[in-house]
């Protein structure tokens, strides 16, 4: 049974940084691509960075780019959203997510989420 745990969320202030985690258990995710979406409230989920399983390929949502890092440690079957310059908008429940295929260099189409942790940013 595959599972995503997420974990570091938390309530930060404005401009203040936190460095989520994402533990995959269930199989080897060491060859297809991870990442991360959010969902704040009232709105659709969205997309944030995603990672290949070579680290090759990330992308970025625009609200995400220059703030934000994905990595991925395939060792410990992990990946990482380093989040920096937090602000208010950033609000949300944020999901990891992953693909069942392999060796993809596209963005990611989620097949398998985690439950979300929760990030505040406050003004």
């Known amino acids: 049974q595959v599972q995503l745990v997420e974990s570091g969320g938390g309530s930060v202030q404005a401009g203040g940084s936190l460095r989520l985690s994402c533990a995959a258990s269930?199989?080897?995710?060491?060859?297809?691509?991870m990442g991360w979406f959010r969902q704040a409230l009232g709105k659709e989920r969205e997309f944030v960075a995603s990672?290949?399983?070579?680290?090759?390929?990330?992308y970025y949502a625009d609200s995400a780019k220059g703030r934000f890092t994905i990595s991925r440690d395939n060792n410990k079957n992990t990946v990482y959203l380093q989040m920096n310059n937090l602000k208010p908008e950033d609000t949300a429940v944020y999901y990891c997510a992953a693909e069942s295929g392999y060796y993809s260099s596209l963005p990611l189409v989620p097949d398998y989420w985690g439950q979300g942790t929760q990030v505040t940013v406050s003004s």
């Open positions: 269930g199989r080897a995710f060491s060859r297809s691509t």
């Open positions: 990672i290949s399983w070579s680290s090759g390929n990330t």
